[in-house]
């Protein structure tokens, strides 16, 4: 029986279409999730919308609609955005569906029966697009630092979860390596955090209706976080489904900084006040801005995945998306870039590179290219020695170090080209031809089987017009034009 492996993106909230850095945490889960198939693993990969809350219905009202038909339009944009990215997810969990409501009260039901939700009275400030309470020694001019916007009094009686109780758990299991976070500074912000005290979070409120009624007060409704987070475990079906028992516990969490709290500290008490077994990895990604400015609906700077997707096609805009910056800091995206960057790495990189070559097999040996000819040991030297370092990247969920390898290879096969020039060894009718030509296919079959799990249909098309090639079924006229330019 196949290894199984559980990954997931956070679910994003329905109240408005997806940007940028949405897409780059899906394309970064999608990648990783067609690594683990390539490592005949048994993959189950879920993304969703977080549908309920203060904040979704403040966005309906504002648009003048009823908060059901608003989140039905909304998680329809992220379903043809995730389409048109080509990101292939096993499911698509939307908090309110009823697998999903019926999954939280059970999840509930286990943490009330633990004895872990008491009553209480809450009085502080509440920052609606937080969805959270903030500290009043954490604002900056009075103002939520994360949204610019000034967070409301608010003094309600609320159920809390008790999570004081288990946070010495948590903070062992972090330490342990128990629950790994993924990367170092991640891990030692939330022991931090662990170390000046948390506290006690609510797990209801009472002055939200678009929510889950919670089941021992009727006059309130589950919070947003108890709710929006079971969803790891909800769109397996739990508690019973055949996938909750199959692939929990998640083998991955990927998440942005900024929720990092939620996911290592809230979400694993939960679970162990609930008696269920924790994730093994968060991996936390950094967060980016766009050439130099936090994405803004004030400033126009939020980037529409679909318009990279319509330019630069799916392929294009998902490695556009990855290569920006190593995930696991915080980076700027040259927005203004993209098309230099798409011709020089794509067009006139990984595209020249097969191009050229191939045109240079059908040319010089009408496509049929022997493979089992004497391959140039330095090149295949090379060829190891990334793979392994690729593989390695891969494993520790690298990707921009990975296509770091990728691409320094595809330089190595660019230098070997110009130096031994077929073009010459062709026309004096060099017998090293043969070796170059193999090498090259050699090379190039490599380099599309590490771009696969980021470039999927690119590479699909590479490898079909090989098979035709070796067959003698292209004539020199059928040119290979992976990435066409563009200015």
């Keep these: 029986?196949?290894?199984?492996?559980?990954?997931?993106?956070?679910?994003?909230?329905?109240?408005?279409?997806?940007?940028?850095?949405?897409?780059?945490?899906?394309?970064?889960?999608?990648?990783?999730?067609?690594?683990?198939?390539?490592?005949?693993?048994?993959?189950?990969?879920?993304?969703?919308?977080?549908?309920?809350?203060?904040?979704?219905?403040?966005?309906?009202?504002?648009?003048?609609?009823?908060?059901?038909?608003?989140?039905?339009?909304?998680?329809?944009?992220?379903?043809?955005?995730?389409?048109?990215?080509?990101?292939?997810?096993?499911?698509?969990?939307?908090?309110?569906?009823?697998?999903?409501?019926?999954?939280?009260?059970?999840?509930?039901?286990?943490?009330?029966?633990?004895?872990?939700?008491?009553?209480?009275?809450?009085?502080?400030?509440?920052?609606?697009?937080?969805?959270?309470?903030?500290?009043?020694?954490?604002?900056?001019?009075?103002?939520?630092?994360?949204?610019?916007?000034?967070?409301?009094?608010?003094?309600?009686?609320?159920?809390?979860?008790?999570?004081?109780?288990?946070?010495?758990?948590?903070?062992?299991?972090?330490?342990?390596?128990?629950?790994?976070?993924?990367?170092?500074?991640?891990?030692?912000?939330?022991?931090?955090?662990?170390?000046?005290?948390?506290?006690?979070?609510?797990?209801?409120?009472?002055?939200?209706?678009?929510?889950?009624?919670?089941?021992?007060?009727?006059?309130?409704?589950?919070?947003?976080?108890?709710?929006?987070?079971?969803?790891?475990?909800?769109?397996?079906?739990?508690?019973?489904?055949?996938?909750?028992?199959?692939?929990?516990?998640?083998?991955?969490?990927?998440?942005?900084?900024?929720?990092?709290?939620?996911?290592?500290?809230?979400?694993?008490?939960?679970?162990?006040?609930?008696?269920?077994?924790l994730p093994k990895n968060i991996f936390v990604h950094g967060l980016f801005t766009i050439n130099g400015q936090k994405m803004s609906k004030t400033l126009g700077n939020i980037i529409d995945p679909v318009d990279i997707v319509n330019k630069f096609g799916a392929d294009g805009a998902r490695y556009l998306t990855l290569s920006q910056f190593p995930a696991g800091e915080h980076g700027d995206v040259k927005a203004q870039g993209f098309i230099n960057k798409y011709n020089s790495d794509l067009a006139n990189g990984v595209g020249n590179l097969f191009e050229r070559s191939l045109a240079m097999m059908i040319d010089y040996e009408g496509g049929v290219v022997d493979k089992k000819s004497k391959l140039d040991e330095k090149i295949k030297k090379q060829a190891d020695e990334v793979e392994k370092s690729y593989g390695k990247h891969m494993d520790a969920f690298q990707l921009f170090e990975a296509l770091g390898d990728v691409f320094s290879f595809i330089k190595t096969l660019d230098r070997y080209i110009n130096e031994e020039q077929p073009w010459v060894l062709n026309k004096n009718k060099n017998e090293k031809l043969d070796v170059v030509l193999s090498t090259l296919l050699f090379g190039i079959e490599k380099i599309i089987v590490w771009l696969e799990p980021f470039m999927p249909s690119k590479m699909r098309e590479a490898k079909d017009y090989i098979a035709k090639m070796q067959k003698g079924e292209l004539n020199k006229k059928e040119k290979l034009n992976l990435f066409p330019r563009i200015s």
């Design 1 to 277: 029986m196949a290894e199984k492996f559980y990954i997931t993106t956070p679910i994003y909230y329905a109240n408005a279409k997806p940007h940028l850095g949405h897409a780059f945490t899906a394309v970064y889960a999608d990648v990783l999730a067609r690594w683990q198939k390539i490592q005949r693993k048994d993959v189950f990969f879920t993304v969703g919308t977080d549908e309920h809350g203060a904040k979704i219905a403040k966005a309906a009202e504002k648009a003048g609609r009823e908060p059901q038909n608003f989140v039905d339009e909304i998680a329809g944009e992220y379903k043809k955005t995730w389409q048109a990215l080509n990101i292939q997810y096993n499911d698509f969990i939307r908090t309110t569906s009823g697998k999903h409501k019926e999954g939280v009260l059970a999840f509930i039901k286990k943490i009330h029966e633990a004895g872990d939700i008491y009553e209480g009275v809450y009085e502080g400030l509440y920052c609606v697009e937080c969805e959270n309470f903030v500290l009043e020694r954490n604002l900056k001019n009075g103002l939520c630092p994360d949204h610019l916007i000034a967070p409301k009094k608010v003094k309600e009686k609320n159920h809390f979860f008790n999570l004081k109780k288990y946070l010495p758990l948590v903070k062992e299991k972090i330490t342990s390596g128990e629950l790994k976070i993924t990367s170092e500074s991640r891990k030692n912000e939330i022991l931090s955090i662990i170390e000046a005290g948390v506290p006690d979070f609510s797990i209801t409120r009472g002055n939200v209706k678009w929510g889950i009624p919670f089941p021992y007060d009727k006059k309130q409704t589950i919070y947003v976080w108890a709710d929006a987070l079971a969803n790891y475990i909800t769109v397996l079906d739990f508690p019973d489904g055949e996938n909750y028992k199959n692939f929990w516990p998640a083998d991955m969490h990927i998440i942005g900084a900024d929720i990092n709290k939620f996911h290592s500290i809230f979400w694993p008490a939960m679970l162990m006040s609930a008696g269920l077994p």
